[in-house]
């Protein structure tokens, strides 16, 4: 089998000129047509078609196929077995025991599944770990999460979807601490931090965008920063920081505060979201 990536963008070849069987044994195709909603082709052959229609591979000579960068993204039963450049695009999760990266590191976990047949399960990974102080202020007390799970499905999603697939060494991280929850794709943003909310949606990977969200892992009209803001809201949580990096893009979700311990910065930046939000919904 010989490994090969030509680019790392969507449509570059993360593996090239191998069998129908390396296929199906490489590619969890089973997630891509029920995340889609299609029933199982009864053959090999129409496996591979439904795969070619989506641009997950392509053809080679000789009968032989090529796993495209997408391909393996989305549905890779273990991204390692890929190129070591496209592996490092596997989603990370670090844990830390305080609330700097000098503390200790309790959990740390790279996800080898690609983003589409592993979403859920890493998403149930973080939520399980993110602590879940009893609400004092119900009659019957629950756990209620230090950070709001539909807050973290959509900011991961958008981080998958927007990263710089070009910048090497780098994949999307989620980096949770005591005080906050950190999530950081690489490539800085095509739209200016400020803009994220009222702006319409911009993708550096149209065909990954596309794809997901015909399978449902994100937004159809952009909305998935209007749902983090609205359950920040109703939370009352401090508002999430959108921070445009040298190389990348970091969305920052923060802890339960007290309205008087926020700084004047954070305080307006709630106004402006909160203002941004109904605007949006209305245009």
Same mark, same amino acid.
């Given at each position: 089998?010989?490994?090969?990536?030509?680019?790392?963008?969507?449509?570059? #070849?993360?593996?090239?000129?191998?069998?129908?069987?390396?296929?199906?044994?490489l590619?969890?195709?089973?997630?891509?047509?029920?995340?889609?909603?299609? +029933?199982?082709?009864?053959?090999?052959k129409? @496996?591979?078609?439904?795969?070619?229609?989506?641009?997950?591979?392509?053809?080679?000579?000789?009968?032989k196929?090529? @796993?495209?960068?997408?391909?393996?993204?989305?549905?890779?039963?273990? #991204?390692?077995?890929? =190129?070591?450049?496209? =592996?490092?695009?596997?989603?990370?999760?670090?844990?830390?025991?305080?609330?700097?990266? /000098?503390?200790?590191?309790? !959990?740390?976990?790279?996800?080898?599944?690609?983003?589409? %047949?592993? $979403?859920a399960?890493?998403?149930?990974?973080?939520?399980?770990? #993110?602590?879940? &102080?009893?609400d004092?202020n119900?009659?019957?007390?629950?756990?209620?999460?230090?950070?709001? &799970?539909?807050?973290?499905?959509?900011?991961?999603?958008?981080?998958?979807?927007?990263?710089?697939?070009?910048?090497?060494?780098?994949? +999307?991280?989620?980096?949770?601490?005591?005080?906050?929850?950190?999530?950081?794709?690489?490539?800085?943003?095509?739209?200016r931090?400020?803009r994220?909310?009222?702006?319409?949606?911009?993708?550096? %990977?149209?065909?990954?965008?596309?794809?997901?969200?015909?399978?449902?892992? $994100?937004?159809?009209?952009?909305?998935? #920063?209007?749902?983090?803001?609205?359950?920040?809201?109703?939370? !009352?949580?401090?508002?999430? =920081?959108?921070?445009?990096?040298?190389?990348?893009?970091?969305? /920052?979700?923060?802890?339960?505060?007290?309205?008087?311990?926020?700084?004047?910065?954070?305080? /307006?930046?709630?106004? $402006?979201? !909160?203002?941004?939000?109904?605007?949006?919904?209305?245009?």
């Amino acid at each position: 089998m010989t490994t090969c990536v030509l680019t790392l963008g969507e449509t570059g #070849i993360a593996q090239q000129f191998v069998s129908a069987s390396e296929v199906l044994e490489l590619l969890d195709y089973t997630s891509y047509f029920g995340l889609l909603g299609k +029933p199982l082709p009864e053959s090999d052959k129409g @496996i591979l078609a439904g795969l070619e229609s989506d641009l997950l591979i392509s053809r080679d000579v000789g009968g032989k196929w090529n @796993i495209r960068n997408l391909g393996a993204i989305l549905f890779a039963k273990n #991204i390692n077995k890929f =190129a070591t450049r496209l =592996a490092r695009k596997a989603i990370r999760l670090v844990v830390y025991d305080g609330n700097g990266r /000098t503390a200790t590191v309790t !959990h740390r976990r790279d996800f080898p599944l690609g983003y589409a %047949n592993g $979403c859920a399960a890493f998403n149930a990974h973080v939520n399980a770990l #993110i602590p879940a &102080p009893e609400d004092g202020n119900s009659v019957i007390r629950k756990a209620q999460p230090l950070f709001p &799970p539909v807050a973290i499905r959509e900011l991961t999603a958008n981080a998958l979807i927007h990263q710089d697939m070009t910048v090497t060494g780098a994949g +999307p991280t989620v980096e949770m601490f005591k005080n906050r929850l950190e999530i950081t794709n690489p490539g800085a943003p095509l739209v200016r931090p400020e803009r994220f909310i009222d702006y319409p949606p911009k993708s550096r %990977n149209e065909a990954l965008a596309s794809l997901m969200r015909r399978m449902g892992l $994100c937004e159809e009209q952009g909305t998935g #920063i209007d749902k983090v803001i609205s359950a920040v809201e109703e939370e !009352h949580l401090p508002p999430p =920081a959108f921070q445009a990096e040298a190389d990348a893009t970091r969305v /920052t979700l923060f802890g339960p505060r007290r309205f008087a311990e926020m700084t004047a910065a954070e305080r /307006t930046r709630a106004c $402006c979201q !909160h203002a941004a939000r109904p605007q949006r919904q209305m245009s």
